[in-house]
């Protein structure tokens, strides 16, 4: 069995300096904003390239604090991409306000800068692009589009950690960034867990009451309503010790995704990654594109390869925005990933052997 992603192999590598750091976390029993919370919070703000990090439960979270922070609401419209994780457009619903999608460009996957204007209207307040499977999204663009109609930007950075535009992380070019640490994710925690990046003082100090029932600093002081969302610390444990292992981790990522592309490159009815110049992806997923996608599930399956879909179906045509009557063809690049995307097993632990063993077998039978 080759499986899609091996979080045991990787607690194995770490195994001593995990256990020290939960086991002192448990020896303080300061589970809740123990001392790891604000260690963790720095050194990823330092990480990223940002002034503020707030911890917080999930990714999920990270992108409704960040919409209610900046007053989103209700009335308001944010456009985000056809073709992501739910949580995108979930967190625009979350907050009263309409999410509006957008068609993605079929080379990068990542939202088409030349589909928003036409989606723009007197309601649109911002703009979450999400860098995904680890490549930074077309952030100029998607910058000047945001700066010539006064919308906020909002990173979704959900699956890009250390990832690179032009020079600058990720994380840094919106007004506030979401981060998970879902245990798959680059860097994942051993259970839920999220971030909200910025630069803003205000934003971070709103975040953080929110995330806190409406307190900052003193207890029983609720300026607002808010919510239970913090970031545990044995979480932020995990998370500290992580973080320093994230960029080798990303490193071993690419040069894995980096094999898998010399391998798989004379297979023409493959698409492989596309990384466009002075952009770093670090293939938080190996994503290739068949049209044919069933007949290589069942190579896999046959020969215990693991395998998954990111995404089956484009965010509009879910059920949960049924209610605003999409068809099929109103997002055709979109529609065209989903039918034929899938993810081969990367995590930086898989071995060229194995990686050896993956591409023999596709190669064989196609
Ligand atoms: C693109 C994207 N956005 C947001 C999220 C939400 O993160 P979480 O699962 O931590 O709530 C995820 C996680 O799966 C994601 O992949």
């Excluded at 023409?268 to 938080?284: A, C, G, M, Q």
């Excluded at 290739?288 to 879909?309: A, H, Q």
């Amino acid at each position: 069995m080759i499986p899609l992603v091996d979080l045991h192999a990787q607690y194995l590598g770490i195994k001593n300096e995990i256990d020290k750091a939960v086991q002192d976390c448990i020896s303080q029993s300061h589970f809740i904003k123990g001392e790891a919370v604000s260690r963790f919070e720095n050194a990823f703000a330092e990480y990223v390239g940002s002034k503020h990090c707030v911890g917080c439960g999930n990714g999920t979270d990270a992108l409704e604090i960040i919409l209610k922070s900046l007053g989103i609401g209700p009335g308001d419209e944010v456009i985000v991409p056809a073709l992501s994780w739910i949580s995108t457009a979930e967190s625009v619903n979350n907050v009263g306000a309409e999410p509006v999608f957008a068609d993605v460009k079929l080379n990068t996957y990542t939202i088409d800068p030349e589909k928003l204007e036409k989606l723009i209207s007197r309601r649109t307040k911002a703009i979450i692009p999400v860098h995904l499977y680890g490549l930074p999204a077309e952030m100029d663009e998607i910058m000047s589009f945001s700066a010539k109609h006064k919308l906020f930007v909002v990173e979704d950075c959900a699956q890009a950690h250390g990832a690179v535009y032009k020079g600058k992380k990720i994380g840094t070019f919106g007004i506030a960034s979401a981060f998970s640490f879902f245990p798959t994710k680059n860097l994942g925690a051993y259970g839920d867990a999220g971030a909200i990046i910025t630069d803003d003082i205000d934003i971070s100090q709103k975040a953080r009451k929110i995330a806190n029932h409406g307190q900052l600093l003193t207890k029983h002081i609720h300026d607002l309503t808010g919510r239970n969302s913090r970031l545990d610390t044995i979480q932020a444990a995990v998370l500290e010790v992580k973080l320093k292992h994230l960029d080798k981790w990303n490193g071993d990522r690419i040069r894995l995704a980096k094999q898998y592309m010399l391998r798989l490159k004379e297979l023409d009815n493959y698409s492989l990654p596309f990384i466009p110049s002075e952009r770093t992806h670090v293939f938080h997923l190996f994503a290739v594109r068949l049209e044919r996608r069933e007949d290589l599930i069942s190579v896999f399956n046959k020969n215990g390869i693991g395998w998954s879909v990111h995404y089956p179906t484009p965010l509009p045509h879910l059920g949960a925005y049924k209610y605003k009557n999409h068809n099929y063809g109103d997002f055709p690049v979109a529609e065209k990933i989903c039918k034929e995307i899938i993810s081969l097993p990367l995590f930086p632990e898989l071995t060229e052997d194995q990686l050896n063993i993956i591409c023999d077998t596709i190669i064989e039978n196609n």
